[in-house]
């Protein structure tokens, strides 16, 4: 069980667009979700906390107007990158908790590249 | 600041080899340790979830925990070179989050 979903995989974009990343608990219900940025060979970085049917939480230095995030339901959380620039391609990956003792469970990522 | 701190390696162990991984955390409130894995381009994936102190196993698996100490170990039995990845060592804050450490990079020489 506890299996995240996250779409899509990959992305490539032109500069200036809009990108959404989808991102489901499948068999659990999410009272968070969390969303993470990882550049090549550097740490996890959290970028947003987000729970149900509230505005998300942002961490110092990420720009909530840039980086929109709106969980609709219990099992979805969506994360759209606005404006996108080739300094936002990363991997961006979210994941998913059942509650406050368990652990995070991950989506496969999604790799964005902003031409 | 509550931290979670690794070493960040690389950490080489030859292949039959137990690798040993360890972490220290500050928040001495904290509950929950996880410990993922995570192999380069890929998202981290869980491993071992270890709420009281002392040992608990999964297969090669080992996580260790010391409250008293703050301190939260893996053992990896009879290391494979497919265990070549990162380790990240992940504690909760009493709240919802949890916090994660730098990871632990771990090469294991065929």
């Known amino acids: 069980g506890a299996v995240v979903s996250q779409h899509p995989s990959r992305v490539i974009c032109k500069s200036g667009t809009s990108v959404k990343i989808e991102c489901r608990s499948l068999?659990?219900?999410?009272?968070?979700m969390f969303w993470y940025r990882q550049f090549p060979k550097q740490s996890l970085m959290l970028m947003a906390t987000s729970n149900e049917g509230s505005k998300a939480t942002y961490e110092q230095g990420v720009e909530k107007d840039k980086f929109l995030i709106n969980h609709a339901s219990l099992t979805l959380s969506t994360l759209t990158v606005t404006s996108a620039h080739p300094e936002d391609s990363s991997f961006y990956i979210c994941?998913?908790?059942?509650?406050?003792?368990?652990?995070?469970?991950f989506g496969n990522g999604t790799r964005l590249t902003v031409t | 600041q509550k931290e979670v701190e690794q070493n960040s390696g690389p950490l080489s162990v030859p292949e039959g080899a137990i690798a040993s991984l360890n972490c220290t955390y500050s928040d001495r409130g904290s509950q929950s340790f996880f410990w993922y894995r995570q192999y380069s381009g890929k998202s981290p994936e869980l491993i071992m979830s270890?709420?009281?102190?002392g040992d608990k196993e999964d297969g090669r698996f080992t996580a260790q925990l010391n409250k008293a100490s703050q301190y939260v170990s893996l053992l990896i039995r009879d290391s494979q070179p497919s265990d070549s990845a990162t380790y990240l060592c992940a504690v909760n804050d009493e709240g919802d989050k949890i916090i994660f450490g730098k990871g632990t990079r771990l090469h294991i020489l065929p």
């Open positions: 068999d659990f219900q999410a009272t968070t």
């Open positions: 994941s998913a908790v059942r509650d406050g003792n368990s652990p995070l469970h």
């Open positions: 270890i709420y009281s102190n």
